[in-house]
């Protein structure tokens, strides 16, 4: 028997269409929201942060999805809506919003197989499981992977030192909040399941412990507080 090819369901142009209407819709969020939405004043829960977040996990997605033999049409599909509702609905319901807007979206642009839709939607709906991911189809899998891995790394770690402004913290305060990324990398490693992801999450890890040995040595007086780890092994002193 011969290896059967199956033809994606979703064209370059229908996708793109997706893209812009997820962005229309983020930012239609924040506007019909009084005082600009909650906690706008935050970047990181702006419409274009979020935007740019789903777009990060839509390219991890779908790199993890190729590498572990997912469907990648449903795993970038739902992860292009997965945060859709996070600017409007409360963060234990938005989830499920997200799955409602996907699936109304769906049926109504595009001649969808039903169960197309409903693959996406259900991983959309599931992408705030805290339970073993093992227990997930592999498509959902891929898009929590992905969207644990965007808040560690370099990205992460921007946002983290981005945060002291708005919290009135000097520079000096930088390595504590560099630890914080770190934390969340070593609970990133310990959740996923795929290779792929573990690797993704070893690689960032070590970048930003790396950011935060050169942060010591560069500015007095800022001493670690926690023994280098061995992600950090191989980092030479030149």
């Known amino acids: 028997m011969g290896v059967e090819i199956r033809e ?5 142009e ?13 930012a239609a969020s ?3 929201e009084d005082e600009g939405g909650r906690m706008r004043w935050y970047p990181w829960h702006s419409a274009e942060y979020r935007f ?5 996990v839509v390219d991890l997605s779908t790199k993890i999805a190729r590498k572990e033999g997912a469907n990648v049409d449903v ?3 739902a992860a292009l809506f997965h945060d859709i509702a996070k600017l409007e609905a409360d963060q234990d319901v938005h989830a499920e919003a997200g799955a409602r807007i996907a699936r109304e979206y769906l049926r109504a642009h595009g001649d969808y197989p039903e ?17 073993d991911l093992a227990d997930l189809p592999l498509e959902t899998q891929c898009l929590i992977e992905a969207d644990v891995l965007d808040k560690v790394g370099a990205n992460g770690t921007a946002l983290m030192l981005l945060r002291m402004g708005y919290e009135s913290r000097t520079h000096m305060d ?3 909040m560099v630890d914080r990324v770190i934390e969340r990398g070593y609970d990133a490693r310990e959740r996923v399941e795929s290779d792929t992801a573990e690797s993704i999450a070893h690689k960032r890890l070590k970048r930003t412990r790396w950011f935060q040995e050169w942060l010591e040595m560069e500015v007095s007086e800022m001493a ?5 780890d061995d992600v950090a092994t191989g980092m030479g002193d030149s």
């Open 52 to 56: 740019n977040h789903i777009l990060n």
């Open 174 to 176: 930088a390595a504590e």
């Open 8 to 12: 994606s369901p979703v064209s370059d």
């Open 30 to 32: 924040v506007e019909n």
């Open 75 to 77: 795993t970038r599909v």
């Open 115 to 131: 169960s197309f839709v409903e693959e996406v939607c259900s991983a959309i709906a599931d992408h705030s499981y805290q339970g």
């Open 224 to 228: 670690a507080d926690d023994p280098i």
């Open 14 to 26: 229908e996708f793109e269409a997706m893209r812009v209407f997820v962005h229309d819709y983020l």
